[in-house]
């Protein structure tokens, strides 16, 4: 995200035009921690995983007084452009800020907090979502920021963890991020020729421990001295129910008598170096954005930038949203070519 940052404030700056950071998310939206960002502020921040502004889950955001006090602060600092780098979850509630920031203005005229002149002037809040998010779950795009670097570091766990499988022939169930989408789970499991991968977006069979163990065995009987097996945190079975890296173990375990091991990778996955890939697109997205805001592309309604086909543009905001929220009704509906289609296509290729 700070290679989007650094973009956003460099092209601003370069066009002619005042950047403030906002920190801590819409937290510091409300509490007004807000400062003016300058060239030099985010040099050297392309290497660092996370975000140099910080962000914190913000309940107050979610009641209409949160958002009164977010208006209140932005026209204060004379801003009227936005930028929010997050997911679907943070995309939404800057689209319902937006939306109700003309009803803000009219409150705070009407309350003589603003004068007039001050009202034309910051009659709409031009908005410009892009999305962050190492899940890679949005639809519209065909990669989040941050989706790439955690594949990176799945792939340096398992290639480390390899050592010990090989050497003492063992099992390992590497449990993966990527909440209810996955594509780290689909990408890691192709980089480190797992034997058995379990997603959401195809939900086991009930007899899948007869083939799970099928396939292990078939490995081990071919002179395969290690097994991987790939469980994304949200996998589940045609029913429904979780499958869990704990329930895996105990197939490998008691029908093989396996020698298996769990590793849950965590928050190792959503931080550290980003790659380069994702500094170069996160980079290219943030220049997209300020385009997106001065050249008056996000007056109507608000946009979010995407990648499609390697090339950066910017689609309807709310669109895109809708279409990552019928994803999970699509998941739950059974019908999985639509979930994936929905999905985009960095996740079906
Ligand atoms: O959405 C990103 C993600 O890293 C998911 O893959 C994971 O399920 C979740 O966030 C973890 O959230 P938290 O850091 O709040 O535990």
Redesign the pocket.
């Known amino acids: 995200m700070n290679a989007a940052v650094r973009a956003i404030v460099r092209v601003s700056i370069q066009l002619g035009a005042t950047v403030y950071f906002v920190k801590e998310g819409y937290h510091g939206l409300i509490e007004g921690y807000i400062t003016k960002a300058n060239w030099y502020d985010v040099s050297f921040t392309l290497n660092l995983g996370g975000t140099i502004i910080g962000t914190k889950r913000c309940m107050p955001f979610m009641t209409k007084e949160g958002r009164m006090k977010a208006t209140k602060n932005m026209i204060s600092f004379g801003i009227s452009n936005l930028v929010v780098i997050g997911?679907d979850g943070s995309l939404t509630g800057a689209n319902i800020f937006r939306e109700e920031w003309p009803y803000h203005i009219t409150e705070l005229l009407k309350n003589k907090e603003i004068d007039e002149e001050t009202s034309k002037k910051f009659a709409h809040l031009n908005l410009v979502g892009i999305v962050g998010?190492?899940?890679n779950d949005f639809s519209g795009t065909d990669m989040t920021i941050g989706a790439d670097t955690a594949l990176h570091r799945i792939l340096e766990a398992i290639d480390s963890i390899v050592s010990t499988a090989f050497s003492h022939q063992r099992t390992f169930i590497m449990e993966v991020?990527?909440?209810n989408c996955g594509y780290l789970a689909v990408k890691s499991a192709l980089m480190c020729e797992a034997d058995y991968l379990f997603i959401r977006e195809w939900p086991q069979k009930l007899d899948w421990p007869d083939k799970l163990c099928k396939n292990v065995q078939t490995a081990r009987n071919r002179g395969k001295r290690l097994n991987i097996i790939i469980v994304s945190?949200g996998a589940v079975d045609l029913n429904g129910n979780a499958i869990t890296s704990e329930m895996v173990k105990n197939v490998l375990v008691t029908r093989l008598n396996q020698d298996a091991r769990i590793t849950v990778l965590g928050?190792v996955q959503?931080g550290g170096s980003p790659s380069a890939f994702d500094r170069i697109l996160a980079s290219r997205m943030g220049a997209h954005a300020v385009f997106c805001l001065l050249e008056g592309t996000a007056e109507t309604e608000p946009k979010v930038v995407c990648l499609n086909a390697n090339t950066i543009v910017h689609q309807s905001l709310m669109d895109c949203v809708k279409s990552t929220l019928e994803i999970g009704k699509a998941i739950e509906q059974k019908d999985f070519d639509r979930a994936l289609n929905l999905r985009g296509q960095s996740f079906i290729q």
């Open positions: 997911g998010s190492i899940d991020m990527g909440r945190e928050h959503r």
